[in-house]
């Protein structure tokens, strides 16, 4: 009985250190991991982050806006695309398919020295992008909005919600599909373009949850009710296509919409607060803005210009426009896409295709002067992002 008891009581003990053990370890692993990616401390001004396969499969490289200092940032053997920058330039995100041939969302120092894997899941993941905190990054996952914190933690979808997806399923038998999202955490809104039957439509759409206590309110005496969420995504402008981005300030939406019926071809402001928009530009032909961009400072917008015939479509370049200019100005010719803005949005990154289908990158001075070739036509050049300069 003696020996029962001792050999019950250095075994509770043994369970016990094996406790502390695992949640000190833990809590090692959470606070003082040395191998979790921290911001760098790296300049990287005037960094242009690309995707290239010049090495033999795609991968990230960097630049100089006047073509010096090219370098290769990964050389696995894999496929690196979509890469972004996090607001204060001291990290990047992209997708790649190391882990096993599935595309995962990664993210690494601008040297990408220390890379770490965000998410493990398979189906295809893209267009990623850093919150304006620099801690989160939402992305695509064939089609629905994830977003994820960057010290750690699941991913969580954000949109579509399950009254959608019942619908969409019941309605046209497949998965509702979206893009261009957008998510402001304090009033848990999420914003993006979703595909639909006959185009596409820019939904707005509010989670559940609580909102967040800015530090310095006093607390209330009585808690406040938790906003329900929607039940569906509310439409706030739709057409035959449709592209918005948020401005730096985070208070307004820059939206192109084509084919809408009663704008036909245009440009507006939607403002986030009042939840209202504002017309900035209607095309009197055939002139139409795709994908838009804001310049740093918030006073300019750059779009992919088209010309739109019925259901025929032709590039017809890189247009730049002043939140005050009567119409966008176009400033590059020819088949050019995914224009970015420099630091202080006096250029701009942009693609363009060569005769052999492949593309280079190419700059630009935002008055359409001075375009130089910045890629010497090795390989395919694309997917360009100039690093921010907070």
Known sequence: MYLRRVWFKHTLFGLLAVVVLVAAGMFWI????PFRVRPADVDTKDWILFVSDRSGNPDL???RPDGSGLRQLTSDPSSEF??????????????????????QLFYADPECRRVQQLTVSVGAKEKPHFLPDGKHIVFLLQGQVLLVDVEGGEAEK??????????WRNAFGGSVLFREPTYDPEKRIVYAVQR?????????????????????????????????????????????????ALSPDGTQLAITVMGNSHLGHAVLLYN?????????????????????????????????????????????????????????????????????????????????FREDGKRDLWIVSADGSDKRRLTDGTGDNYSPTWSPHP
């Open 272 to 352: 986030l607060v009042t939840e209202t928009p504002q017309p900035l530009w209607r095309s009197s032909g055939e002139l139409a803005a795709g994908a838009v961009v804001w310049a740093p400072e918030g006073t300019h917008l750059a779009f992919e210009m088209w010309n739109v015939k019925g259901d025929q479509r032709d590039r017809v370049g890189i247009g730049v426009m002043g939140i005050g200019d009567p119409e966008p100005r176009v400033i590059v010719e020819g088949n050019a896409i995914t224009p970015t803005w420099s630091q202080g949005g006096t250029s701009l990154v942009y693609v363009k």
């Open 158 to 167: 954000i949109l579509p919600p399950f009254e959608l997806e019942q619908q």
């Open 196 to 244: 639909t039957e006959g185009g596409e439509v820019l939904v707005r759409y509010r989670r559940g949850g609580g909102d967040h206590q800015h530090e310095g309110e006093s607390t209330p005496e009585q808690p406040l009710p938790l906003p329900r969420a929607q039940k569906l995504p509310e439409p706030v402008i739709g057409g035959q296509e449709v592209h918005m």
């Open 30 to 33: 959470r606070y003082f991991n």
């Open 82 to 103: 979509d890469p972004t920058w996090a607001p204060h330039g001291r990290l990047i995100a992209f997708i790649s398919d190391r882990d096993n041939r599935i595309a």
């Open 61 to 63: 490289w960097v630049i």
